[in-house]
Each structure stands twice: as C-alpha cells, then as structure tokens.
C-alpha cells in the first residue's frame, strides 16, 4: 500500500525558505509520476511541480519557475520541494501525491491523475 508523509512545514517571513519532504512507502518508482500540489484557503488545489522518479524529468508550475525545486532521493525514499524567495501568496496545505504510470504533458500538475495522497503539511508566510 502506498503511503505518502509530508512534513517541513511551519510560519517564514515573505522573503525566507522551506523545506518539504514527503517520506515514501509502497511504492515502486518504475514509470511512475510524483508530484507537489497546494491549496489556499477557499481555492482549489493547484500544481506546484512534478517529477518522473524514472528518469529525474522535472515539471514545475509556470509561476514558479526560478523559486521552488522539486526532487527525489531514491535511496532514502524521500521527494523535496525546496521553496524560496516565499511570498504571502505560496501561504497554503502542500501535498505530495503519486501515480503508477506515465500522463500526457498537459496533465502532469492535474490534482485529477494522482491516484496516491500524503495529508498535507501547512505553509504560512506572513509579509
């Protein structure tokens, strides 16, 4: 069974950075998809950046491109989001979540096509 744990969440100032980990079990790379969503408050959940463990190919958001990375440890079972340069706007629930197979490129960062989903870990940067 697939189980996806967040954490590295907290409260930053606009400017500073974070670290998201989300520890992995049960779930063999393969062709698989891994990927990062956020939610704010009151919105719907959003694509932040996506990764095929296979071969390391890395997708992000077009709005966050330059400030967060998204990447995979294999060996310790663990995919990052490392986020800087935070701004009020990023304040939200991130998730990780996963998928056994490949997707076309239009839905990489589509909440829909991930079948596995870790509970979350909060986000709040205050200006």
């Known amino acids: 069974q697939v189980q996806l744990v967040e954490s590295g969440g907290g409260s930053v100032q606009a400017g500073g950075s974070l670290r998201l980990s989300c520890a992995v079990s049960g779930y063999t790379y393969g062709s698989g998809l891994m990927g990062w969503f956020r939610q704010a408050p009151g919105k719907g959940r959003e694509g932040v950046a996506a990764i095929y463990p296979g071969g390391g190919a890395t997708y992000y958001a077009d709005s966050l491109k330059g400030r967060f990375t998204i990447s995979l440890d294999s060996a310790k079972n663990t995919l990052y989001l490392q986020m800087n340069s935070l701004k009020p706007v990023d304040t939200g629930m991130y998730y990780c979540?996963?998928?056994?197979?490949?997707?076309?490129?239009?839905?990489?960062?589509?909440?829909?096509?991930?079948?596995?989903w870790g509970q979350g870990t909060q986000v709040t940067v205050s200006s």
């Open positions: 979540a996963a998928r056994l197979s490949r997707v076309v490129p239009s839905a990489l960062l589509g909440p829909y096509n991930y079948a596995y």
